[in-house]
Every structure is written in structure tokens, then in C-alpha cells.
């Protein structure tokens, strides 16, 4: 669909939408946003746009010299990856499927669980990385290593799926865990009390807005990382269980929750994404649905007007107090009847219900500007947090 042109305040940069509906509480925050002085060009709306504090989820924006560091959520470069194995999903029984689903449960720490001890080693150049203040380095040096590795909860999860021509893929969907919230919380913190705007914004050219932006990529290094020790993990049991290993020339990463500077319209620019995803064209992504139903690859079509943007999911339509309200533990054990999980935390995950989210071939025809679906993955089996 070409995008829709919203209504904005006097003064605001347009907004424009790849959605057939914007929320309404989210159209408010999205207003606002594009009436602040440091957004450049316009707003691009990604089509699983909903609500989320500070800023829209499905929101891309650009700066010139600012960084916004409450546009990004906490979980700083969470993201998803991707690994295909050329092995017959159809040859494992639901039986082989609680089996490995069992064995990887074992091995990744899920919810708020981390590591024990002095966790994990940390890959090179993330053992003692310089953050902008000492009690960061304390908290990066607390966390990191305990975290490293850990799944988190919400709507992160670790997923078995079967793709259009059988072959077995896992999938992975984590993020920087406590070490991002750490780092944004507290540039959050130094941007209310230093900078401009609602929600604050940080000058490029300052020694806070340097450190921001400094700190921040770490985080989504980190993020990076722990997606890939998780992987490591599970295809380490993928390995013993079924001897397989995965083709490496499949292997997708991308992250949804950043600020990356840029070339659009002919000048540099600081692109924030928050639930959304920059891909180039040809580039691949990944855009998973909710638990339970498909996900797919998509080739980027690289759109300029959404700052080469797509949809990091499905979206929510059901908040998770609304979720957990509505839906019932034995409706969401029906909706999961042909997937494997953990039937006994139904109650806990009615919030991650299929429900609670749009449509995923409703939001790919909402975007058929910005990316081409290219492999449709169906869930077999899903480890959540």
C-alpha cells in the first residue's frame, strides 16, 4: 500500500503511515513526536504500530544532531535470528519435538532467570568495555556475564519452524536483557535533566549526547551477541540430538530497537527505530508472527520514504493486562494445538496468545512497498521466556 498521510499538529513534520489502522492512543504519541523540533524529513509508521511508553512500537524517525535515547525502548538491540538445516521437519514426531524442546530448556535460561556464578565468558571486546561512568562499568560488569546467553521473558522465544520446502529452521528472538535497560535507562535519566523536547532529546555535539550514542551501541553489540551464544547453545543440542548442523549461508540477524546514523535524502542522518527494522535493499530480515503462527524471511525493498523500514512483527492489538483479562489458559492450549510447548504455563502466556496480535499477512500487505516475503516459516515447537 502507498502510505497513508496522517493528520499532524501546525508545525509537525508529516507522518506517514504503512498501516491500515494507527491506534488511537498511538496516533497521539506519534502527533506529538513529529511536532518536536529535532525530527527531520517526517515519521514513518510501520503497520504493526501500537502503543508502547515514550514512543510508539512500529515508529521510525530521523535526527540531525540529536539522539533520543527514550525513543528506544530498554531492550536495546533486541532483535531476531535465523538458522535453516537442511533436515526433514516432518521426520520429527511431536514426541522429538518435547524431547528437544526439553533439552534446550536446559541449556537457555528463560523469564528472569541468568546465569549462576560469574556467568559466561564474554567475547572479545565486550569484557570490560569503556561506558560513559563508572557505575555503568560496574553494572555492565555485574550483568554482562550472568546475562549473557539468557532468553528474558515477554514475547522473546526460542522457536522450531518448517519452512514451504520442509527443512528445519530455529529461531531466536532476545535483546541486551539487563544490560540495555541499564544503559537506557540512565541515558534516559541524563537526557531529562539535560536535554530538549518531549520525549528528550540529546545534541549530538555534546559530551552527553557523544556518550549516548557510545554507550548505546555497545548495548545492541551485546544484544548481538547474547543472540549469538544462545544459538551456539541450542545448536550445540541441535548437534547431539539430531546431527545436524545448521547452513550458515542461511543465517539471518537483525535488530529492531536502535539509532543507526545514515545517508537518506542526501544527508546524514540519525535513523532511531523502535520495533522496526532498516534493511537494505535485497538485504534479508526476518518478521516473526505471534506465538504460534508463521513467520517469514523478506528481502528488503529498501522504500525510502520509511527510511528503508519494515515491521519487526505482528503487533499488538491487546495490551497484556487486556490479554490476560479476555483470553482464557484452555483457549490458548486450542489455538497451540499442532505447536509443542509448555502446556503448563498456559496461564502465564495467555499474553503472548495469537489473539493478542494482528494478523501477520495483514500487516505483509501493508507493507508490500517496503519488503518482498521470500520463505514462510511455519512453528513446530517454541521455547518462550
Known amino acids: 500500500m502507498m502510505p497513508r498521510i496522517l493528520e499532524v499538529p501546525p508545525g509537525a513534520v508529516p507522518l506517514l503511515a504503512w498501516a491500515r489502522t494507527v491506534p488511537g492512543a498511538a496516533l497521539k504519541q506519534l502527533q506529538q513526536l513529529a511536532a ?34 527514550g525513543a528506544l525502548g530498554n531492550d536495546l538491540g533486541c532483535g531476531v535470528s535465523a538458522h535453516r538445516f537442511a533436515f526433514p521437519a516432518a521426520s520429527l514426531s511431536r514426541a522429538d519435538l518435547e524431547g528437544l524442546l526439553s533439552q534446550l530448556a536446559r541449556v537457555v535460561p528463560v523469564g528472569d532467570a541468568v546465569h549462576r556464578g560469574r556467568g559466561l565468558p564474554l567475547p572479545p571486546g565486550l ?100 543472540r549469538d551464544t544462545l544459538a551456539a547453545r541450542a545448536l550445540a543440542v541441535m548437534a547431539d540430538v539430531l546431527g545436524v548442523a ?76 487486556e490479554a490476560r483479562a479476555r483470553i482464557r489458559p484452555d483457549a490458548l492450549v486450542h489455538a497451540l494445538r499442532r505447536v509443542v510447548f509448555d502446556a503448563g504455563r498456559a496461564g502465564s502466556l495467555v499474553e503472548e496468545a495469537p489473539a493478542a496480535y494482528r494478523d501477520l499477512s495483514e500487516v505483509l500487505e501493508d507493507e508490500a512497498d517496503l519488503v518482498t516475503p521470500c520463505v514462510r516459516l511455519t512453528p513446530l515447537a517454541v521455547l518462550k521466556g
Open 36 to 69: 518536536q523540533p529535532y525530527v527531520v524529513e517526517h515519521v514513518a509508521v510501520m503497520p504493526d504500530v501500537h502503543l508502547a511508553a515514550g514512543v510508539s512500537v512500529g515508529t521510525v524517525f530521523a535526527t540531525e544532531h540529536h539522539v533520543v535515547p
Open 127 to 226: 569484557e570490560s568495555p569503556t561506558l560513559s561512568t563508572h557505575r555503568l562499568s560496574q553494572a555492565w560488569a555485574r550483568l554482562a556475564p550472568r546475562h549473557l546467553g539468557t532468553l528474558g521473558g515477554g514475547n522473546h522465544f526460542l522457536e522450531l519452524d518448517r519452512d514451504g520446502a520442509g527443512d528445519l529452521w530455529l529461531l531466536i528472538h532476545s535483546g541486551s536483557r539487563g544490560v540495555g535497560a541499564a544503559v537506557g535507562e540512565h541515558h534516559q535519566r541524563v537526557a531529562k535533566a539535560l536535554g530538549e523536547g518531549t520525549p528528550p532529546a540529546l545534541r549530538t555535539d555534546t559530551e552527553a549526547g557523544v556518550a549516548c550514542l557510545q554507550d548505546l551501541a555497545l548495548a545492541c553489540r551485546f544484544a548481538r551477541a547474547n
Open 246 to 321: 545448521p547452513d550458515p549461508d542461511s543465517t539471518v540477524d537483525v535488530h529492531h530497537n536502535h539509532v543507526a546514523a545514515e545517508s537518506h535524502f542526501g544527508r546524514t542522518l540519525q535513523v532511531h527505530r523502535k520495533g522496526a527494522v532498516g534493511l537494505d535493499a535485497g538485504a534479508r530480515g526476518l518478521i516473526p508472527g505471534s506465538m504460534g503462527t508463521a513467520s517469514y524471511v523478506v528481502q528488503g525493498r529498501a522504500e525510502p520514504r520509511s527510511f528503508r523500514s519494515c515491521s519487526h512483527g505482528a503487533g499488538r492489538v491487546l495490551t497484556r493486562t
